[in-house]
């Protein structure tokens, strides 16, 4: 009795406590036909500092742009932010935001802020009804900057962490982090996957993320279905860190592109690739995988402005280790060039790839050109390792490697992989090869 007593007050205690100093709003949502962006606002701008946003089950339906400002909070989304499928009213530059500088893309949902976490349980996160979007693609031109939306953007976000979050039919970019620091991605899904047989086989063009000026970014558990980049490590991405990462179908893991602004220096830094897998789909849901990792930047000569054009910038790439790699039928299992939109008689990149290590790589490329290292002339790659590098090529073909302007070595592990005749990168030892681009 004296304990039941005690324990309720003691709850008592704890609940007015809590009652100010983290108020909690709980929302369900208002059911078909009805719009709960007012109420989802409501409560982000009521409990979205110092409290506690609880989003039951269900799907809340968000027909215009949203910023959540995220301070000391926690956000529980058990449910999916479904944003409705009006292509027109998106792509009107006055209806979503231009936070991200990269490309000028659109974003239409922003979180911002410090100190937050939102946990989306493996049972919600955001439904970006991609299907109508990738459909109205196939008939009309696209280019970066046209404002399709970022399905999630963290913009100057510090010391969060986005949990157990599933992104449906992304549109475009899946996720974008700008100009942040500290943030944890633990548990991604990420979801492109066309389900109208009148399109079968058409590639659904979307990225699983892109990062850009920003640090210390760790992708735990990511699970992507994409027809571009899976990851993309842009400029002025330091010390990021992605484990355990499943690629289904797209372009692979990119860095880059890079030097796309003449004006700009791109940066990227310590990064470290742990566990990844890169898988070849049904090709009527998607249909490339292209590449495992590559490097590309553009070249020397500034062919037009960016968004769509671009070139000239300088900066460089280094320490970056991709480890524990298994691939399945990717075409080009490492890549790296320096003359994305470029012409022939451009000038060299000056922009630096270095410091490179390849680790533990396995399974099968659907080519026979394993490796394509293609460096600038005027920014020579150094560094580059190759460690239990076994890749294997079509029965019958003889692996490729291609290497310019580049210097890499095999670490012993390799020496003894040449012997299964799979894999001779014994062969490219201590290279150093120089070819005009
Ligand atoms: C979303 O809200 C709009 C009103 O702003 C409404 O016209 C539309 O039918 C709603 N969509 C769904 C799926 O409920
Ligand atoms: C993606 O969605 C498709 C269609 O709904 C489904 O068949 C597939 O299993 C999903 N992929 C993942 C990895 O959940
Ligand atoms: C890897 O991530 C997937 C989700 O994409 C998860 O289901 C699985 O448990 C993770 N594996 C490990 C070893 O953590
Ligand atoms: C760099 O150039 C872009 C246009 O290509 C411009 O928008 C941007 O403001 C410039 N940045 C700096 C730092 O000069
Ligand atoms: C990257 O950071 C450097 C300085 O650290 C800066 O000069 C450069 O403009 C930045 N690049 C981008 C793309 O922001
Ligand atoms: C290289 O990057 C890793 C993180 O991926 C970091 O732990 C290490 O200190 C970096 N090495 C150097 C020399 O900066
Ligand atoms: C590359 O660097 C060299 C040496 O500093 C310089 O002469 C050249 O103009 C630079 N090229 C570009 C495209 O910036
Ligand atoms: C090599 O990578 C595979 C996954 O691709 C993993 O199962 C294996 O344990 C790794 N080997 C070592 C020595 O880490
Ligand atoms: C390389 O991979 C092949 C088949 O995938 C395997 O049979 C062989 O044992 C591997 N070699 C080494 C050294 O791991």
Redesign the pocket.
Known sequence: MGFSILSFLLAACFASSVAQSTPTCTLSPLGLGLDDTDQVLAAIARCGHGGHTVFRGGTYNITRKMTWDLVDSKVDLHGYLSFTPDIDYWLNTLNTYRVVFIQNQASWFVITGKDFEVDAHNTGGIQGNGQAWWEYFTTHAKADGDGRPIALTLFRARHGIIRNFAINEQPFWCNCIAESQSVIYDGMLCNASNANPAFAGTKCVNFGINTYRSDDISLLDWDITCGDDCLAIKGNST???ARNVTCRGGNGIAFGSLGQYANLSDIV????LQDIQLLRLDPAVQPNMQNGVYFKSWDGSINGVPPTGGGGGTGFAK???AMNVMLDRVNTPLHVYQTNGGHSLDLPSNLTFG?LHFINWSGTALGNKLVDIECSIAATCTGITFSGFNVSVPVGEAPQYICQNSEFRAMPQDNRDATDGQNNLKQMRFMMRRHTM
């Open positions: 010390k990021i860190s830094e310590n990064v470290h320490n970056i280790t410091g």
